[in-house]
């Protein structure tokens, strides 16, 4: 007798979403961003420091790593954030983020 066996549903990739669901998962993630931008500024006029909260990005560049861009700006789109990417390279060059909202929260 063969027996069903219960898998949980692992998230699905960006890839396997379609173009509806992955604005809504953009839409979810600047909302969480947008509420961690307030959180943060109040924590400002209460004195603590504001970096408390930062949506740091987690995308993976190709030959290099993890994203140094170390908070999400933006209104929703490409993160417009300037980040270093070659610390030894004069001079450094410096380049957009140009991640996704999602990709700057952990997941
Ligand atoms: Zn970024
Ligand atoms: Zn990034």
């Known amino acids: 007798m063969a027996q069903r066996k219960e898998t949980p549903t692992?998230?699905?990739?960006?890839?396997?979403?379609?173009?509806?669901?992955?604005?809504?998962?953009e839409k979810a993630a600047f909302l969480i961003i947008s509420a961690q931008r307030e959180s943060a500024a109040m924590l400002k006029r209460a004195g603590i420091p504001e970096h408390f909260f930062k949506s740091k990005c987690t995308a993976?560049?190709?030959?290099?790593?993890?994203?140094?861009?170390g908070d999400y700006k933006g209104d929703g789109g490409p993160c417009e954030n300037h980040v270093?990417?070659?610390?030894?390279?004069?001079?450094?060059p410096?380049?957009?983020?140009?991640?996704?909202?999602?990709?700057?929260?952990?997941?």
Do not use: K
């Open 60 to 69: 993976h560049i190709e030959a290099f790593g993890q994203c140094p861009c």
């Open 94 to 107: 410096r380049d957009r983020c140009n991640h996704r909202a999602s990709q700057h929260l952990p997941s």
């Open 10 to 25: 692992p998230l699905p990739s960006p890839e396997n979403l379609t173009r509806e669901q992955s604005e809504a998962v």
């Open 84 to 92: 270093t990417i070659d610390h030894e390279a004069v001079p450094i």
